[in-house]
Structures are given as C-alpha cells and as structure tokens.
C-alpha cells in the first residue's frame, strides 16, 4: 500500500515542532492551576482539564493537529481515502477524575496524555470496547490496530498494516 503523500511531511513536522512543545507546557501549568484550586468548581475543573488535555495531545487550532500527534496508526499513514481521527490512548474521563482527586499533575497523568491518529473505522473498533478498564494502547492490542512512534520511527504496538 502506497504512503499517504503527506507522511513524509508528518515526519518533519513532528520533528521540528516547537508550537506543540510551548502548547504542551502552557497546557500543563493550566492544568496545574486549576487542579489545585478551591475557588473552581469540579465541574469547571472537568471542563478546563479536559480542553487542555486535547491541546497537550497536539490539537492546534489553526493547522492540522493531527499532524503534530506522536502516534500514528500503519492505516492512517497508508489509505490515502480514509477518514483520521485524533484519538485519545487513554480514556479521558478517568484521567480527568484522577486529576481532580489528586489535585495535581502527576508524572503518571501526563504519560497518559496521549493521542493517536487513527482511521474512523478504527476508532469506531476502539470505541466498542465495553470493558472499561482496558485502557491505553491494551485497547489497540485488543483491536490489532499497528501504532507506530513518529519520534522514534519504531512500531510500539503490533497489529495489522
């Protein structure tokens, strides 16, 4: 199967990004802020976190976010008709609960922070997985859904191209 003619282009994005790598800290010291305040409410909490969980996984408004995604399905990056989702590894709603009740940024959340360009099918695969405490890339091995590391150009999870 041909590449996606704008892999390539991915590739050197991905590695020379900066915007992503400022937005991931201003998201961060958001998350910080709020987490550990008593004068917002959870639910404002739920939704703050929430938003800037989506801008540190590399949805920047005004290009193509899901070009600055770390992770990359072998079908995203290979059927030029698909439709790509940005989508999230690790459930958001648990990482948001998790947030709140620590009230702070932890190590552990932040490696949770990531995301994933798929195809819509795929996503589709990864949202009917009923079991919700199969979470992260676990779900992408359940589906048999190929990940491969834009930054490291290495598979980290073995599935189907």
Same mark, same amino acid.
């Given at each position: 199967?041909? $590449?996606? /003619?704008?892999? @390539?282009?991915?590739?050197?994005?991905?590695?020379?990004?900066?915007?992503?790598?400022?937005?991931?800290?201003?998201?961060?010291? *958001? !998350?910080?802020?709020?987490?550990? #305040?008593?004068? +917002?409410?959870?639910?404002?909490?739920?939704?703050?976190?929430?938003? !800037?969980?989506?801008? %540190?996984?590399?949805?920047?408004?005004?290009?193509?976010?899901?070009?600055?995604?770390? %992770?990359?399905?072998?079908?995203? !990056?290979?059927?030029?008709?698909?439709?790509?989702? =940005? @989508?999230? *590894? %690790?459930?958001?709603?648990? $990482?948001?609960? @998790? +947030?709140?009740?620590?009230?702070? +940024? #932890?190590?552990?959340?932040?490696?949770? !922070?990531?995301?994933?360009?798929?195809?819509?099918?795929? =996503?589709? /695969? $990864?949202?009917?997985?009923?079991? /919700?405490? &199969?979470?992260?890339?676990?779900? %992408?091995?359940?589906?048999? +859904?190929? *990940?491969?590391?834009? @930054?490291?150009?290495?598979? &980290?999870?073995?599935?189907?191209?």
């Amino acid at each position: 199967m041909p $590449l996606r /003619k704008n892999v @390539e282009n991915i590739k050197e994005l991905f590695d020379k990004s900066t915007i992503l790598k400022q937005q991931q800290k201003e998201s961060l010291e *958001v !998350m910080e802020f709020v987490a550990s #305040s008593n004068n +917002i409410s959870e639910k404002m909490k739920s939704k703050i976190l929430d938003l !800037m969980i989506w801008n %540190y996984t590399g949805a920047i408004k005004g290009t193509n976010g899901k070009c600055l995604v770390r %992770y990359r399905s072998a079908f995203s !990056m290979n059927d030029e008709k698909a439709e790509l989702v =940005h @989508e999230h *590894v %690790y459930q958001r709603k648990k $990482l948001i609960s @998790e +947030i709140i009740e620590e009230r702070k +940024i #932890s190590k552990e959340n932040i490696s949770k !922070m990531s995301a994933c360009v798929v195809t819509k099918d795929q =996503h589709k /695969k $990864l949202n009917s997985i009923k079991d /919700k405490n &199969i979470d992260g890339w676990d779900r %992408y091995k359940l589906k048999r +859904i190929k *990940v491969f590391d834009m @930054e490291n150009r290495t598979v &980290i999870v073995e599935g189907e191209n």
